[in-house]
């Protein structure tokens, strides 16, 4: 009995060691898998950024308005006061984006800065729609067909099934689907050029951030911009 | 090679010939500063003390290194620029001798040479200022002004005479600053001599400005506007009686010296630490969450953690250089609506200033701790726009805590 007792003992103290020594192993990390864990907590895009402050939006808020301007050229005056509205309304979720995201706004496009409004007409109207041609371009003329499709098939499926059930010709309602696409695109690039655009979808999905900043209401108000981009573009898209 | 060095190389190779020049000269900078303590410890003066010097001293310590006025005034002529040459300060012999004597004391590592003369220069500069300052100094008002009007932290408050002051506390902190730059740059030399200046200067009068009343330049800070108003007031260490009431005791907006502040920064830290259950107000934490963008729950815990008795000394660290780089003059101001747009503008805008670095250092420790033990994560995981975004909410919540604890 003794002697049972004992060896049971002596059995369970030596799995207790045996699972120690291989718990040990299991935490000595390899340089790389050390490394890899930093890497992953590490703020990528720590320095890189300047503070948010209201001049500098307000200065992005003008530019970006002007580009505003060009996309409406063709709409008559009750569609204007209509999008004037709802782009109000966008840019108070893009100036909340911001200061949640704490990033100094910027303007997009190719040599553009806030000294822009200081040009005159036709100089300002030249460089803007440079850049908007460009943009569709590099996005939608210059693509082979494949390519479009594999860009915009998806997107535009249900959009286009919707217009065509309720009568509108299909090669209509495709290429309305597509011109609206290209719009909130467009629209976003604008609101969120590539560097905020890459600094917010990270920000979005950072555990770190998640643990110490409301990242839900982050994400919310960017659903709602995302809806408020669509409504524009549903409109623009009818008159470009 | 600038000139001082080259008179330096000549000095160097003739003691280090003749090893009892060397000693003589050790031994006559050490008996100066040793006459000058025995000096202050015979004296009741405190800091109205003014230092006997003799210019024998340093003439005859020239003589012994075998080297005249002109061969200094020649060699800082050179090495600084005729222009500092025309400050008296620059080009008194007194000073260009210790000055000399510091450069061979740093250069030939021998701390007592080094010391000694450092000590010695900031003799005269003392005498300097306490006679531009202090024409006629009643040693009793003085005495008051520096045992009850100057906070604990007041180097005043901390060392009893002009002798230890200089002793214990400049000569080894402007030597560990700038026994570097002396080695490395020709004019360490000279940043060095104005940076005493500096200092010696600050402890007289600081914080100056224009008065818009009279037109004249007042300052606000240091002994002079300390000993003015003790002077019209009628103190002195004689005139102190135990007091019978709380009534009877100086009120805040009487004046608003180093230890009015000192009072309100230790009941504000004394409050914070001494109440870890405080409730914060569900409009404030919730004004926190929309202004910066955290997560209601982590600001709950990062408040009621800011509470914790650890954070005592940098808590107080942290009030101390707030407070003074806001530069409130009564408990009015901290209570007055503006004052949260005199932090915003003094403080939180304020940037590459040493105070308001020293005070991100601070709040940054406070942070880091804070978060480890609220949230687990750590300051390196947040970019540096986040780190401002939480430095702004701690002084948020610190100025918070300061106005409840001392408005009504």
């Not at chain 2, 480890?372 to 909410?393: A, C, D, G, P």
Request: hydrophobic share 35%.
């Amino acid at each position: 009995m003794f002697y049972e007792q004992h060896e049971n003992d002596l059995i369970t103290e030596a799995k207790g060691t045996l699972t120690k020594l291989k718990n040990k192993k299991d935490s000595q990390k390899t340089l790389y898998e050390q490394f890899q864990q930093n890497w992953k907590k590490y703020d990528k895009g720590r320095s890189y950024f300047e503070e948010f402050t209201t001049e500098s939006f307000e200065s992005k808020l003008k530019v970006d308005l002007l580009y505003m301007d060009q996309l409406l050229q063709k709409l008559d005056n009750n569609q204007i006061t209509e999008v004037e509205k709802l782009i109000s309304d966008l840019y108070k979720d893009v100036k909340e984006i911001y200061e949640f995201i704490n990033v100094k706004p910027e303007v997009y496009g190719k040599n553009i800065t806030e000294k822009l409004i200081n040009e005159n007409t036709e100089k300002v109207k030249n460089k803007l729609s440079e850049n908007i041609y460009g943009y569709l371009s590099r996005n939608f003329y210059d693509l082979p067909v494949e390519k479009r499709e594999e860009l915009y098939f998806e997107r535009i499926k249900e959009d286009s099934r919707n217009l065509i059930t309720e009568g509108t010709e299909a090669k209509e309602a495709i290429e309305y689907s597509i011109k609206k696409c290209l719009m909130e695109d467009f629209t976003k690039n604008i609101c969120f050029p590539t560097t905020i655009k890459n600094r917010l979808n990270y920000l979005m999905e950072d555990e770190a951030f998640g643990d110490l900043f409301d990242q839900n209401s982050l994400r919310d108000v960017y659903e709602s911009f995302n809806q408020k981009v669509s409504n524009i573009a549903r409109i623009v898209a009818a008159c470009v | 090679m600038s000139n001082i060095n080259q008179l330096y190389e000549q000095v160097s190779q003739l003691l280090n010939t003749d090893n009892t020049l060397y000693r003589k000269l050790q031994s006559n900078l050490i008996s100066i500063v040793s006459d000058a303590s025995v000096q202050a410890m015979n004296s009741d003066q405190g800091y109205c003390f003014k230092f006997a010097i003799r210019s024998r001293d340093y003439r005859n310590l020239l003589k012994l290194i075998n080297l005249t006025e002109q061969d200094l005034q020649k060699a800082f002529t050179n090495d600084w620029g005729s222009a500092a040459m025309r400050n008296h300060m620059h080009a008194d012999p007194y000073y260009q001798t210790f000055l000399f004597l510091l450069y061979l004391g740093i250069h030939e590592n021998n701390p007592k040479i080094t010391e000694s003369a450092m000590a010695c220069m900031l003799f005269k500069l003392w005498n300097g200022r306490k006679t531009k300052f202090f024409q006629y100094c009643n040693k009793d008002i003085m005495k008051y002004v520096t045992n009850y009007m100057c906070s604990r932290k007041h180097l005043a408050n901390k060392h009893d005479t002009p002798y230890e002051l200089i002793q214990n506390y400049f000569v080894p902190t402007l030597l560990n600053k700038y026994a570097d730059v002396i080695i490395r740059d020709n004019l360490g030399l000279k940043r060095i001599f104005e940076q005493s200046y500096t200092r010696v200067r600050q402890l007289f009068v600081y914080r100056t400005h224009i008065d818009i009343h009279s037109g004249e330049k007042v300052s606000d800070g240091g002994l002079l506007p300390l000993y003015m108003k003790a002077k019209e007031e009628g103190k002195s260490i004689g005139s102190i009686t135990v007091r019978g009431d709380e009534e009877s005791l100086p009120q805040f907006a009487d004046y608003m010296s180093a230890s009015d502040l000192d009072e309100i920064i230790n009941k504000t830290v004394e409050k914070i630490v001494m109440n870890p259950n405080k409730q914060y107000s569900d409009v404030f934490v919730e004004n926190l969450r929309k202004q910066y963008r955290i997560k209601k729950d982590v600001i709950e815990k990062l408040v009621r953690q800011i509470h914790n008795h650890e954070y005592h000394d940098n808590l107080h660290d942290v009030y101390s250089i707030m407070l003074s780089q806001a530069e409130v003059s009564s408990r009015d101001e901290i209570c007055s609506p503006q004052f949260t747009e005199t932090v915003k503008k003094r403080i939180i805008a304020s940037k590459n200033n040493r105070a308001t670095i020293a005070l991100n250092n601070k709040l940054m420790e406070l942070l880091e701790d804070m978060l480890q033990k609220t949230i687990q994560r750590s300051l390196s995981e947040y970019s540096n726009v986040f780190h401002i975004q939480l430095r702004k909410m701690l002084i948020r919540v610190l100025i918070y805590n300061l106005r409840s604890s001392i408005c009504r």
